[in-house]
Nanobody, 123 residues
């Protein structure tokens, strides 16, 4: 299984970005997906997760109301729409796949990870 994240970049505070993550290879029949991020010198932290059906989503408090996670199972792709970006959102963003279908928030519950995409928000 390969996860390819893309869509990062350098933006100004208040701007928007949409990250994408394509899952390819021998994928699981059903799986939930998540986004995590890691800033320099910090632990990788949970950002958002979405269930297999897309009907259940969860967010970190720091992004709630600004970020939206979605998925298109016909394209094996998950998205993270990020609005009203802040300098503290600057990090490498990773997508991850979990055998759990309902969506989970803990790093150890994810089995496959993408390579990460850099998001930099200037003030």
């Amino acid at each position: 299984v390969q996860l390819q994240a893309s869509g990062g970049g350098l933006v100004q505070a208040g701007d928007s970005l949409r990250l994408s993550c394509v899952v390819s290879g021998r994928t699981l029949n059903r799986y939930s997906m998540g986004w995590f991020r890691q800033a320099p010198g910090t632990e990788r932290e949970f950002v958002a997760t979405i269930s297999w059906s897309g009907g259940s989503t969860r967010y970190a408090d720091s992004v709630k109301g600004r970020f939206t996670i979605s998925r298109d199972n016909t394209k094996n792709t998950v998205y993270l729409q990020m609005n009203s970006l802040k300098p503290e959102d600057t990090a490498v963003y990773y997508c991850a796949q979990s055998f759990d279908v309902i969506g989970v928030t803990t790093r150890s519950d994810y089995q496959n990870w993408g390579q990460g995409t850099q998001v930099t928000v200037s003030s």
